[in-house]
């Protein structure tokens, strides 16, 4: 089992700034990726960004490119969202995910195997 705790959301203005945490612990040494995800109230949930623990490679969604920078430290099993000139559009619940298997689209949730319990994101205009 894999435990995620996310931290770091909050209120902000527009062009604020946030930067959110995702701490893993449990049965951590097999994670391939860790990413996260956003659901805004009647909405799906849609992916933001991920990062690939062996070779690095990072992907965001169009919406948060220029914007949002991922992070992690594979060794601490952290993975950090720096999230820069937020937008009301921006407001969700995020949610850090972690995946085991190379199988699967990286960009799709139903891939990630573990999931934290979300935080608040509230971008007022």
């Known amino acids: 089992q894999v435990q995620l705790v996310e931290s770091g959301g909050g209120l902000v203005q527009t062009g604020g700034s946030l930067r959110l945490s995702c701490a893993a612990s449990?049965?951590?040494?097999?994670?391939?990726?860790m990413g996260w995800f956003r659901q805004a109230p009647g909405k799906e949930r849609e992916f933001v960004s991920t990062i690939t623990w062996r070779r690095g490679n990072i992907y965001y969604a169009d919406s948060v490119k220029g914007r949002f920078t991922i992070s992690g430290d594979n060794a601490k099993n952290t993975v950090f969202l720096q999230m820069n000139s937020l937008k009301p559009e921006d407001t969700a619940v995020y949610y850090c995910?972690?995946?085991?298997?190379?199988?699967?689209?990286?960009?799709?949730?139903?891939?990630?195997?573990?999931w934290g319990q979300g935080t608040q994101v509230t971008v007022s205009s």
């Open positions: 449990g049965r951590t040494s097999s994670t391939y990726a």
């Open positions: 995910a972690a995946k085991y298997s190379v199988m699967g689209a990286l960009l799709l949730s139903t891939s990630y195997d573990y």
